[in-house]
């Protein structure tokens, strides 16, 4: 727990796409909200300029600041705002993306990082050039015990690491009813070349590598979609390689009734191995090779033992990394960046080239 | 999960106690931001005025709203403040919310709610005067399923309710060492006459009765303390009797090595029995009378079920019911306010009076 | 995990009550069997004639070793068994002990030890005389870890023991239909003073004392019945009071539907923490100041760890250690005898004569 | 819960393997005693012939039928014997089986059926010559919560089953120190190409299969040893696809530190999910679409729900099952046999052939 907060006056921030119905909208907004660093500055909330205009007037904004596209915003923003987070469709990630950093403005961006592999290199090579922040939102590295669990790793007390089970199973596609935030999800044109391999797949190979520090080289991927009428994946099963010999395997789902948002992994090595699970995130397994099993929880989240954190806080410790950085600090942990982006797309493409067969990552 | 906010005007809010140090400063500063619903305008945040200058300019205050004492807050920001949270010691509760109250400023309140119980009556009636909003922060009836079992409750679904088993376990107490958060709670003059009691018995005793709806008509309470150079209560076992026939027991302990914050709550009617525990806030267990055991998830969270939410977004939610309650609207559901405060101090006194034997409610 | 039997012949036994529609009886058969160190030899299985005769064939006795009454048992085999199980409904179990122990034979009798208190302490004072072994059927002390847990209580990993919470919950005895199992348990004639006291808050009393070494000292104690048509209770809370100052608090319900066979016991001292649950009765969680919280797992067991052994292995570590006894050894552990049988009666006398007052123990 | 036992005689049953020293000796025993329904008359138990002789003698058998070899026993025994467990290392499987059934003697076998596929093709054949009873010691096919799971699934709760998740991790080969009985489960000469495959994977392919009722198509696996100086693995990944179009993994793994037994299956269909996992086996968790997740328990076990049965009582219901068999009854659910070791072994071979690639099964 910190006391926190600083001098400084407020970042301005900007965000794109998240207007009204948006399910990662409000998320960005009382995560960026926590520690009180960043004020919403601007926004261009949706594609819909009705939906877009309300959105901005709820949230406070004067009509000059609620731009109707990206490029308008990152064009009038370019000498004001910090930080833009980008939570629009996968499909206009690297559009929008390239806008804010040709602006010089960093960037916080959702997950895929973009449509394609090709679209993610070219993000990178924007990003290295920009010379900006650029940060990727895989949530879940910001959670206390995730960072713990890699420290744990890196620490080498798991030893060589053997094994590695990650899998993000849910249900919410189960079934032949969807949400408005589904449908773009389902939308090759929207979402990729990945249905749930890009919306939940990508977090759970991030994670994974995160934690580990593994370097995958390869995958062997059976994807399927078992509810009706899709054309993208809803489940994906695969068998792992990593450099140096570890195996692994990823399962994800969206059609896993009574699973809700179960990203798990298990890390086993020559001397230990260790359990998180996203629903229960407070607690981390930790076990020693002829040793007991025992039961880590924070000590250095915002609140003490017991007081449960959870999504909201963890997307929240991005922000405050985030804002670390942006006023010449480091962040707490290491942040997912674009290399980690280009990794997902490559996973994704990959998962949907396997067939069935191995294919290098 | 709901998209949210409005158009209005942020609300003025100002803070006594919560400088640099605190536990529960930076917990109601993150709380109140969740919803964008408030802005922090005025503070006295500590009884050291340098911290309180210090805590004053990091959150960004001008000079002219950072307080030396809650008494010259309240005649300058009599016009101004819309709330002011009280998150003091005990001891000073009493006399900040009545200069708040009397300033026409809505209170939400730490618990327990005053130093002793002459002082809580004397409140609840200055409250009910003023005829302003006045909450008591007990956190845990933000939560979506502590809610979602009291309306199970009065539903009907555990039928005429028999046996109420609650409990409230921490270790933070256990050992010798204390932290300066620990330092006023164990003293009797900031504190009260219960130290636990006070602390986090009071929690448990408004869990128990918010969600059953029972009126708490006696208590028979064994109190100790365990922990050395300590003269309040750190361990408390009461036997509790409801009107209407039903029983219960209430355990608070702050010496329980290896339980961190462990409240939970257990109740058992005709119909069916309920389940909820705090450090697992998102589900709740519901059995029924020769039926199955199911796992309730929430439905009407922040965020969608299996995204977790914990004791930001609890206390968050008083915040937001606040809001509501201040722009002319409703709580989602009731808050516990002054009359739950009198219950809680007549609850401790009880408690410490009553050695062993039976004394009224 | 031992390979285990010996060479010797197997002990003669005999069974008194558990005749067909019982619960107990095939347990007793179940957990004598499995060392195959006995071998049911007699019985007088049901005070219904037919049942008696239909019992002990089905079991492969020849007619003239199935009884009509304990006490023709008792005189006919006098030289024959080595153990008797007595399982009858409560107020049999002293005439039963008392014939069979004066016949001189080893008595195993199921709890609690007698229908009152004043039987208990003649039947206490009978086996001292008789000299032959004799061991309360307090099942939930074969377990390992509950015997790991006794163990860790006295090497002082819990350092001066001050709170002790024990409970035992079920629901079979909530709601308005009851079983031919129910029908004595809820009849005082044959039950005794204590319904749900006798039934499972002796076993959830013996339970603390046997893991903490402690001494009870007093008791208060709020016993109801929320079922209908009862006269014995289904609900009791009691205070705890030990020597040397350690509280506990005792709850044990047959009416708190969802709770099936929860006996759980949570043991807090200056050094550490230990908490057991008999539903999930192969781990036990071991806490220490300022240390982690690990999960025992059993290294002793008849399986290996992770192969679940339950109720019937415990209560056959009973009888494993009675054949010990028998043939002159040593028992793993101390053993529940005469001198807990007191001391639960006693425990069921003063819990139903508190009436919410302290009642020495 | 059922009273039970029958009027008959026991049955005679031998014994081959299972002598001092071993692991499966003593838990066929107990479980074989269980229910009083067979009496071990014969045995060879080691290959060792003091540890033979040691052994016979310690479970009261005269020597006269002690055997040096099953082969012996099998000829003197031919008449008398009603059921044989097999209990010796895989590579003697083949041959005892032949033997006894060749000798009209009912035959219970440990998994895997047999050293190889070959043998296991063999011996399914001999065993519908036979006309004798065989079964495989799948134990967990005894769990009365996996009955219900494949009852649940037979009955369409699940809908169209889509995604099928199974593992078995345990951690005993970890690190470098052995004990006896894991000497011959990494020798190929006696346990056959699948170190781990054929010890638990086998296990955890039944049990997908026995639950689902889904038939097996193909497996890609990828198979590891990564314990020092073995040549069978102790990790394997699988993909699974089954006719109809389910997907599925499987991961059995013997170096994962912290999984001591943990044997899990999850299966997932359009209807509903279930999960259900060894060492928590009394409970059952059902989903279904659109609704809550209840948590099932036993309501025909040996005991009532609450008293925990384990992996002794599991096993015991195969042999209560043959006991039903052997006597013109029926067994309660169907029975693990030959046709289940075939495939068991085709899953074995199929993996270790599979070298990352698409294999029929």
Chains 1, 2, 3, 4 share one sequence.
Not at 225 to 238: K, T, Y
Request: glycine share 14%; aromatic share 8%; hydrophobic share 45%.
């Amino acid at each position: 727990m910190d006391w926190a907060p600083t001098e400084m006056a407020k970042l301005g921030w900007g965000l794109v796409g998240g207007g009204e119905g948006s399910f990662f909208g409000p998320v960005h907004r009382m995560a960026a909200a926590l520690d009180g660093r960043f004020e919403l500055a601007a926004g261009a909330f949706s594609s819909d300029p009705a939906n877009n205009r309300r959105s901005g007037h709820a949230l406070g904004l004067a009509a000059g600041r609620i731009y109707d596209s990206f490029a308008e915003m990152a064009r009038a923003e370019a000498a004001r705002l910090d930080l833009v987070t980008i939570a629009t469709p996968n499909h206009l990630h690297f559009a929008a993306a390239k806008a804010f950093l040709e602006a010089g403005i960093a960037v916080l961006c959702e997950k895929p990082m973009t449509l394609d592999l090709a679209e993610a290199e070219a993000l990178r090579d924007l990003v290295a050039r920009s010379g900006r922040p650029f940060v990727l939102a895989h949530t879940y590295t910001g959670y206390p015990m995730v960072r713990r669990a890699r420290d744990l790793a890196a620490s080498g007390a798991l030893g060589t690491i053997h094994v590695v089970q990650v899998e993000y199973a849910q249900d919410w596609l189960a079934g032949a009813a969807f949400s408005k935030q589904a449908a773009w999800r389902i939308d090759p044109a929207r979402s990729g070349a990945g249905g749930g391999l890009g919306d939940i797949g990508t977090h759970a190979f991030n994670l994974a590598v995160y934690v580990t520090g593994l370097t995958p080289r390869a995958l062997c991927a059976d994807i399927d979609h078992f509810g009706e009428g899709r054309v993208l994946d809803d489940n994906a099963h695969c068998l792992l390689r990593f450099d140096g010999g570890a195996k692994g395997m990823l399962w994800c789902s969206q059609v896993a009734i009574g699973r809700k948002n179960a990203l798990t992994l298990r890390v086993y090595g020559s001397e230990g191995g260790l359990e998180w699970s996203q629903e229960d995130p407070e607690r981390l397994t930790l076990s020693q090779l002829g040793g007991p099993t025992t039961i880590l929880q924070k000590t250095d989240g915002r609140l003490p033992v017991g007081h449960p954190e959870g999504f909201i806080e963890a997307l929240g410790q991005l922000y405050r990394d985030l804002a670390q950085v942006l006023t010449g600090g480091s962040p707490a942990a290491p942040l997912p960046g674009a290399e980690d982006g280009v990794a997902g797309l490559r996973f994704v493409e990959a998962a949907v080239r396997s067939a069935g067969g191995w294919v290098d990552l």
